[in-house]
């Protein structure tokens, strides 16, 4: 299985470098990572993707719509609506098994979380990985109260971001 991650930024570079790790216990034939805007500033990142043996692919030179039609599963890791528009894209393919979003692409599939029962998520083609806020404030509630929440009757988080 062929498996591209669009978006590389935080999160695209360590989740194409787990890939890449765990490739045969996944059955991945290929992790390829697709940088729209190259920036020089992150060549440094985009040289250790080469060197740990990561396909890289850039606007510069691969057509994205070109690339998405060699591959069996999407991880999009773009923000601010741009997973969303590139889901339009992904529903035309016929090859591909699924994709998915992080979680600011709220509505590109359905919402998934580790650890939280997730049956309603088999056989489908397009999930969001809810945000790590999310996941840390449920596995935290989860912590203070345990699996069942139905008691539970308030909570209050306060998430402060680096932007």
């Keep these: 299985m062929k498996v591209l991650v669009n978006g590389i930024g935080n ?22 990572v697709f940088k729209n805007k190259p920036q020089p500033w992150r060549q440094t990142d985009l040289n250790f993707l080469i060197q740990k043996g990561i396909t890289v692919k850039t606007s510069a030179d691969t057509n994205f719509n070109d690339l998405i039609t060699t591959v069996d599963y999407i991880f999009d ?5 741009v997973g969303l528009k590139n889901k ?7 090859q591909l098994i699924g994709a998915c979003a992080q979680g600011s692409e709220k509505g590109f599939g359905i919402p998934f979380m580790s650890g939280i029962k997730n049956d309603h998520i088999k056989n489908q083609k397009f999930v969001q990985i809810v945000s790590c806020n999310t996941h840390g404030a ?8 345990g699996s069942n929440l139905s008691n539970l009757k308030i909570a209050d988080f306060v998430v402060v971001r680096r932007s």
């Design 11 to 32: 999160i695209g570079t360590t989740l194409a470098c787990l890939l890449f790790d765990f490739k045969a216990d996944l059955n991945i034939s290929e992790v390829i």
């Design 77 to 81: 890791t773009t923000a601010n609506g």
């Design 138 to 145: 449920a596995h935290i509630l989860q912590t203070l109260c």
């Design 88 to 94: 339009k894209r992904y529903q035309n393919l016929p």
